[in-house]
């Protein structure tokens, strides 16, 4: 996109509280226009990846228990 003007919340400058506040308002209004349908897949996109996220969680705490916080002071799991 040669030409296009970079989005306004890229880059590292500096800014203050004010234009903080300038940017936080204009994207919440762009939030408030969308659709419903563009609404109704980013929940379900976002969603999906938390639910995708919280599984792998779970299946790393089942599959390498040594590695949770306090596993050396527990005692063995039967049948393990």
Known sequence: MIGSKP???SGVDSLTPTEVAGLVERRGVAK????IQTTF???VLAGAFIGALAARSASRAL????IR???R????RLGA
């Open 63 to 66: 599959l390498f228990p040594d």
């Open 73 to 76: 002071d527990r005692p063995p």
């Open 32 to 35: 408030a226009k969308a659709s």
């Open 41 to 43: 897949i980013l929940g």
């Open 7 to 9: 989005h306004p919340m």
């Open 69 to 71: 916080h306090g596993a």
